[in-house]
């Protein structure tokens, strides 16, 4: 009941804010026009407002044997990570600092309100350490923090954040339900339930975006579930968590490595992320008659494979951890391999370019 309501509230929440956007939007309206940006038109990007009510719900109607506590953990906890997203949503003034260490307070938040933490991350020296409480919060911190910028990071066509979220959550709850978790995979399928309302008002048109307070809270969402998983599942390794968030966390790593290769600020944006790539290169080439809605929402479909990919070996083999690493070892090769296949055919296109100006 909990997880069909939560779901409803998503879509007339976010559908609301659709068909108000004429009230709101002089403020809320994310405009076409920056380096990273792919619309066309101004839409408003104050979607996580609709995910987070539809959480509360979700909150109110769940009982203390499926989850009440863990929802109630979420939502105070969240809190930071969505108004300091909000904020930047409606005045453009947060920087890409502050915003991830309010995120990481949350995460910080999280821990020291439930007791819970990052205590192991299958690496003997790094257990050991992790075994002091006050090393614990800070590392959960980080780690939440990251990954909720890196779901950030994604966001940049439609849908492609939110099902991104979608996929790693129902996975999240395969794998609780597996081990008897029926709290927690109760939990997961309230927040997926969550991020789906708002999918469906988003793609394939592209009518409400995520924005920050939406991308972080439910990055942080995602990640906080996934440090829950290994607290309460001894049998879970926590490679199985890396790969839950998998793409996103290879992505936001990845792009810092490249960033610094070429002595950029690592939170300077661009367009050399895989999914603009993807988008430029692959996509809107082939279906350049398609209107420009609908060419960003099937950059989607071709990026939810890469953020299928890795979660499949975490469902499967969420117990042994030789397996799990041989699959991020796979992946982020694999990832690699696709980013340089696409940025090469970037650079040729470019060659291309400047041969055909030079020449005129």
Request: hydrophobic residues 55%; charged residues 10%; aromatic residues 8%.
């Amino acid at each position: 009941m909990a997880v069909a309501a939560t779901l409803i509230a998503s879509f007339v929440l976010a559908q609301g804010l659709v068909l108000s956007a004429h009230k709101h939007g002089h403020f809320t309206n994310d405009l076409p026009g920056a380096v990273q940006k792919f619309h066309a038109a101004p839409t408003p990007r104050v979607g996580g407002i609709a995910i987070y009510i539809a959480l509360a719900l979700g909150w109110m109607i769940t009982s203390a044997s499926t989850g009440k506590s863990l929802l109630g953990t979420l939502l105070l906890a969240g809190m930071p990570a969505l108004l300091v997203g909000l904020t930047e949503d409606v005045t453009k003034r947060v920087s890409v600092r502050t915003r991830l260490l309010v995120t990481m307070g949350s995460g910080a938040l999280a821990a020291l309100w439930s007791g819970i933490g990052l205590t192991r991350v299958g690496i003997p020296l790094a257990d050991q350490l992790l075994a002091a409480w006050p090393l614990a919060v800070l590392f959960t911190a980080f780690a939440v923090g990251g990954v909720a910028n890196a779901i950030n990071i994604i966001d940049g066509f439609h849908s492609l954040a939110s099902g991104t979220l979608i996929i790693s959550s129902l996975a999240l709850a395969a794998i609780a339900s597996s081990v008897g978790d029926t709290q927690l995979a109760v939990v997961a399928l309230v927040l997926a339930a969550a991020v789906a309302g708002f999918w469906l008002v988003n793609f394939p048109w592209g009518k409400l975006f995520l924005g920050d307070g939406g991308a972080y809270f439910s990055g942080f969402a995602l990640a906080w579930l996934s440090v829950e998983l290994l607290a309460r599942n001894p049998g879970v390794s926590p490679w199985a968590s890396v790969l839950l968030c998998g793409y996103p966390t290879v992505e936001v790593l990845y792009s810092v490595y490249r960033r610094r290769r070429n002595h950029r600020s690592p939170g300077q944006p661009d367009r050399h992320h895989l999914h603009s790539l993807v988008a430029t290169q692959l996509v809107q080439p082939r279906l350049a008659a398609l209107p420009a809605n609908l060419r960003n929402a099937a950059v989607s479909l071709v990026m939810w494979i890469c953020a299928a990919v890795p979660v499949l070996p975490a469902m499967f083999f969420f117990g042994q951890p030789e397996i799990l690493v041989t699959a991020l070892a796979l992946c982020v090769v694999g990832y690699h391999l696709f980013y340089r296949s696409v940025a090469a055919t970037a650079r040729a296109d470019e060659l291309v370019e400047a041969t055909v100006d030079v020449r005129a």
